[in-house]
């Protein structure tokens, strides 16, 4: 029996962007906590895994503090930015900055730092963790959630957007 080869991708790096990037998503933004050190960054790449029990994808840059940090405390929280929040977006979208300096930041009933007005923000446990590529994949468990009104931040085609209302009522795809 023959046994089945890894094909060498031919798939260009920036290709597999740029079209990935068709692809809208919500704009977040990580933070988690080690010995009083507060610490974040900006993501697109979260989803929902299981509504029993509660869990959270979220995919975190190989070597950066915050994925350590994330990792080796056991907790993080998941902020959802709002339409109005895209300046955070940037400030923890920058590499080696003190993203929290002039920064008023509380703490959610399961001690991670939580970015206040928040569109919506989910504090987690993490479940378990992977290394995918250049990534690391962390699923957590939802321990608490808080919503908020308002509109989220969007991303799309490398651009922050809004994400507008269809002028209708959702369809009610739910079985």
């Known amino acids: 029996?023959?046994?089945?080869?890894?094909?060498?991708?031919?798939?260009?790096?920036?290709?597999?962007?740029?079209?990935?990037?068709?692809?809208?998503?919500?704009?977040?933004?990580?933070t988690t906590s080690v010995d009083g050190t507060p610490h974040g960054m900006t993501v697109n790449s979260l989803t929902s895994v299981s509504l029993q029990p509660p869990l959270l994808l979220v995919c975190l840059t190989t070597g950066a503090r915050t994925t350590e940090?994330?990792?080796?405390?056991?907790?993080?929280?998941?902020?959802?930015?709002?339409?109005?929040?895209?300046?955070?977006?940037?400030?923890?979208?920058?590499?080696?900055?003190?993203?929290?300096?002039?920064?008023?930041?509380?703490?959610?009933?399961?001690?991670?730092?939580?970015?206040?007005?928040?569109?919506?923000?989910?504090?987690?446990?993490?479940?378990?963790?992977?290394?995918?590529?250049?990534h690391i994949v962390v699923i957590g468990e939802v321990l608490d959630v808080c919503e908020r009104d308002g509109a989220p931040l969007g991303f799309l085609g490398g651009k922050f957007s809004d994400i507008a209302e269809r002028g209708h009522e959702p369809v009610q795809w739910f079985f």
């Open 69 to 134: 940090a994330v990792t080796s405390s056991g907790r993080f929280a998941v902020n959802i930015l709002s339409a109005r929040q895209e300046h955070l977006a940037m400030r923890f979208a920058k590499r080696g900055a003190d993203h929290f300096q002039g920064l008023d930041v509380i703490h959610g009933r399961h001690q991670v730092p939580v970015i206040p007005d928040a569109f919506a923000h989910l504090e987690c446990a993490v479940e378990r963790h992977f290394t995918a590529g250049d």
């Open 1 to 30: 029996m023959a046994t089945p080869t890894s094909p060498v991708s031919a798939v260009d790096p920036m290709a597999m962007r740029r079209t990935m990037g068709r692809f809208a998503t919500g704009v977040a933004v990580v």
